[in-house]
């Protein structure tokens, strides 16, 4: 899969391009370029964006910056889903992030801010994502939500079998995995269900089943 991230400071991403599973994934399985907007603008000084119409805080990405982008890097209006990140997007579930790692191009684009010119979000995107309910101070954070719950999807990111036993996941019926536990046994009195501690598999993996949330 190739990702394309759009954003005003690339450099934000490299602590994340060092994280596993994402830096498992680099370079094979993902393919993963950061593009800065200002690397392309066709305003002069870097200009990216400019002062709402009608008045207002704040300064909204200009559309002409990000279609001059895309047009650098793909030549026109890249086939492959375009998502923009947005609180006003669609909500982020795990769904959604099963349905984005089924891609073999995805295109991320992040504003900041007070936002994007909605003419990007209606014609230059194919889709658009919110990663919660709240303000972010840019989509760089969502951006790389975005980036580390797909990649950790990609083949071979997870050890084998262990990305289909997560919470949300199809297995536990969308539900949360059970509670997890390690030595020691008993702290401040505290102990791990005897259960686990049994080595009986069968029992194990029954608790575990009805621990399912
Ligand atoms: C300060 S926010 C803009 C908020 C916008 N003025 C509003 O009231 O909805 C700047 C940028 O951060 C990103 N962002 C902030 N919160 C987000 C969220 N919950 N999901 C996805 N992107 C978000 C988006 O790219 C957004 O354009």
Request: charged residues 10%.
């Given at each position: 899969m190739r990702i394309d991230v759009f954003t005003l400071v690339p450099h934000a991403f490299a602590w994340l391009t060092e994280q596993q599973p994402l830096a498992g994934v680099l370079g094979g399985e993902l393919e993963l370029r950061l593009l800065g907007y200002r690397d392309t603008?066709?305003?002069?000084?870097g200009q990216v964006d400019d002062e709402p119409y009608g008045g207002g805080a704040g300064m909204v990405l200009r559309v002409d910056v990000v279609a001059a982008a895309l047009d650098a890097v793909?030549?026109?209006?890249?086939e492959h889903r375009v998502v923009a990140l947005t609180p006003a997007g669609r909500p982020l579930t795990q769904a959604v992030v099963e349905e984005l790692a089924e891609e073999d191009a995805l295109t991320f684009l992040s504003a900041r801010f007070e936002g994007f010119d909605d003419r990007i979000v209606e014609h230059l995107c194919s889709d658009a994502i919110s990663v919660g309910p709240y303000v972010l101070s840019n989509g760089d954070l969502p951006a790389m939500v975005l980036l580390d719950a797909v990649a950790r999807r990609l083949p071979g990111a997870l050890a084998e079998g262990s990305g289909e036993l997560e919470s949300f996941s199809e297995e536990f019926g969308g539900g949360i995995e059970y509670p997890q536990y390690t030595r020691p046994p008993e702290f401040r009195g505290w102990a791990v269900p005897d259960v686990l501690l049994s080595g009986d598999h069968g029992r194990i993996e029954a608790w575990r089943r009805e621990h399912v949330r």
């Open positions: 603008t066709p305003l002069r000084a793909y030549g026109g209006a890249p």
